[in-house]
Every structure is written in structure tokens, then in C-alpha cells.
């Protein structure tokens, strides 16, 4: 249980954030009413939130300064340590309550009338099966073959993000987009920060022969930083393929971070170039201007440039205001619905789907 927040550190946004699900509930008013609840089973109502602000500066002709938009909202911030206190609360409470199988599920398919799951138990080589009315699938967003094998569909879900992550050694140096909140976001044009982690580290996990870098929560007196730069290309499926592979040939140039002491890319601006072509590094660049003319971040500063940053690059297959995915009966929660994203969004959009279930 908790998959990648078990050892990220997690932070629990809430409403304003998350309004992708505001189309599955109905109203503002019932999506407060499922975050309440959900926070109470997460023993996470009596946490004192911070306050976030989202900045949407609005460009025109490359020029900044035409005004400037803010919705607040407030979020949850739990270490690693913390996480991992609350994971095992929950896995006692699921414990006592449900029967549970540990294992690596392989394939699921539809048998007569029912749903057979077939699975490799842990500790065991040999396969079993299981068989179910319906399928709640919370499996991220790197098994989404196993959800392809019940026969949906994806669907056209979000953009592709494209962009680096900035690792700066000293955490101060983002102090000034860190004031604005724990999960600030400041947005202009096509181009926004995500994901802030101060203090925080980055992980690198795997897609499709490539790395791509995380940033997860530390431990607070972790001395580092970093915040993803990104940009939102439109058409996912025209780009995801050709900057895979560019990133599968430059595999070695991305593994280790690039230095920049001057500017915002540094020397890994012809790598980006190569990988997201000129158009996304130049909006990019105009975006990183953006936020040192905010005074958010000092560019001269030292710091580090990882990449390729990919987001949303992973299918998605819920139906548009629902968690029910092209097949009956196989629901699809968290990042594989592509309704919100964000932990307390997934933790809520199982909610919701056993509610659309049971009704």
C-alpha cells in the first residue's frame, strides 16, 4: 500500500487543488464533503495545513506584467517518516477488515459473468487465479498493460508536460517560491512549476528504457531543494514517441545532472534542444525569466539540471466525469484515471469510485 508516496514524503493538497474531480462529484459542495472523509481515514484531520498560493501570470507577445491571478489553497506536508507511520495505520485498519492477497497480478481478463484475476503469489512461482465482480485498478501509472488486457480503451486525458527538474544544493535559494506555500504553483502561458519539494531530493524511476527525475519530500533537515520547470505540449501522442526514443539515444548525457552557475539550463540546453526541440526550450526560457523578474528564483545561484522531466506521458482510461473506464465493470483510480492528480486526489478517486459503484 502507498506505492511511490511510501518513501517520497507526501504532501495532501487540498480543494481548490484537485478540481479535475469536480466534473465526477457534481459540485464543489460534495467534493469538500469527500475530502472531509477521506482525511478521516487518513487520521489526517487534526494536521494544521499550510497555505499555498497558485500564481497564473498572464503573457502576451513574450511580455510579462499584464496581470496577475492567485487561488490559495491549503495542503498537508508529511516526511518520509511520517508517511510511513500513516501507510501502517491504514494497512492494520485494511488488514482487520479485508481479505488480503500479496502478490504480482499478471493479467486480468473476463471470465463468465466474473472478473479472473491471475497473479504469482510472493514468495511462490507458480500462478493462481482469482475471481471478482467488478475491478478497482490502483496500479499507477506504469502498469497500465495490465489494464489494456481487460480490453478498455485509454482515452484522451491531459497533455504531455515536458521539461527539467532544478535541484539547487542550498534549499534557501527557494525559499522565495517556497514562501508562497508547501506545494506553490506558478503558471504563465503553456509553462509552470510542479511538484516543489523544500526540502527534497531527487529520485529517478523508470519508463520505458528511460529515467525520468522525481523530486520527493526529505527529511527537514536535508540541506537541498528543487521545483520542475515544465511546459504543456498538447498533442501527447504526436511527441511522446519521437522524444523517447531522442531521450533512448542520449541516455548517457542524461544520467548525470548538468551544472549551471549563470543561467537557468546552462550546459544542458543543446540536450534539451535535441530532446523537446527549440520552440519548448525557448518558452522555457521566457518561463524562467518569468520567475526571476517575480523574484521567485535567482537563476545566477548554483544549481543542477535534471533531465528529460516527462509528465503525463502515461496512458489514462477513465470516461469523462466518471472513474468507470470503456469496459463494465473496471474502474481505474489515482494517476491511471487521469482525472487529478495528486496523492489526497488518488486517495479520494477510490472513494468516489466505490460510491459510483455501489450506486
Not at 43 to 72: C, I, W, Y
Not at 268 to 297: E, K, M, N, Y
Not at 302 to 310: A, G, N, S, T
Not at 332 to 350: M, T
Amino acid at each position: 500500500m502507498g506505492g511511490f508516496a511510501r518513501f517520497s514524503g507526501a504532501k495532501f493538497s487540498l480543494p481548490p487543488a484537485g478540481m479535475g474531480l469536480l466534473p465526477v462529484v457534481g459540485s464543489y459542495e460534495n467534493l469538500s464533503e469527500v475530502i472531509n472523509d477521506v482525511l478521516q481515514i487518513l487520521h489526517l484531520r487534526d494536521k494544521v495545513p499550510e497555505n499555498s498560493l497558485d500564481f497564473n501570470a498572464k503573457l502576451s507577445d513574450e511580455q510579462f506584467g499584464l496581470g496577475v491571478s492567485t487561488r490559495n489553497y491549503d495542503s498537508i506536508v508529511l516526511t518520509p517518516c511520517e508517511m510511513g507511520e500513516l501507510i501502517a495505520k491504514l494497512t492494520k485498519q485494511v488488514n482487520a477488515n479485508c481479505f488480503i492477497i500479496e502478490g504480482e497480478c499478471l493479467r486480468i481478463s473476463k471470465g463468465s459473468g466474473t472478473w479472473e484475476m491471475l497473479y504469482r503469489p510472493t514468495g511462490h512461482s507458480d500462478h493462481r487465479s482469482l475471481l471478482s465482480t467488478a475491478v478497482f485498478f490502483a496500479g499507477g501509472r506504469t502498469s497500465s498493460n495490465l489494464v489494456t488486457s481487460t480490453g478498455c480503451q485509454a482515452t484522451t486525458g491531459k497533455g504531455l508536460d515536458l521539461g527539467v527538474r532544478v535541484e539547487f544544493p542550498c534549499r534557501q535559494d527557494l525559499m522565495a517560491l517556497r514562501a508562497l506555500g508547501p506545494d506553490a504553483k506558478v503558471l504563465a502561458g503553456n509553462c509552470r512549476t510542479f511538484c516543489l519539494n523544500v526540502p527534497g531530493h531527487i529520485y529517478r524511476y523508470d519508463f520505458d528504457s528511460i529515467s525520468i527525475p522525481g523530486g520527493v519530500v526529505a527529511e527537514r533537515l536535508h540541506a537541498a531543494g528543487n521545483v520542475g520547470i515544465l511546459y504543456r505540449h498538447p498533442e501527447k501522442a504526436l511527441a511522446l514517441e519521437g522524444i523517447v526514443n531522442e531521450a533512448k539515444r542520449l541516455h548517457d548525457s542524461c544520467k548525470t545532472p548538468f551544472q549551471a552557475n549563470d543561467d537557468f539550463l546552462g550546459d544542458a540546453a543543446p540536450v534539451i534542444t535535441r530532446l523537446f526541440g527549440q520552440h519548448v526550450v525557448s518558452a522555457l526560457g521566457i518561463f524562467a525569466d518569468v520567475l526571476q523578474d517575480l523574484g521567485l528564483v535567482n537563476w545566477s545561484r548554483p544549481h543542477y539540471v535534471h533531465l528529460p522531466l516527462l509528465d503525463w506521458h502515461w496512458p489514462t482510461f477513465s470516461l469523462p466525469g466518471t472513474f468507470q473506464t470503456t469496459v463494465d465493470g473496471v474502474y481505474v483510480l489515482g494517476d491511471s484515471s487521469g482525472q487529478a492528480r495528486g496523492l489526497l486526489q488518488a486517495a479520494a478517486s477510490g472513494y468516489i469510485a466505490a460510491q459510483e459503484y455501489l450506486s
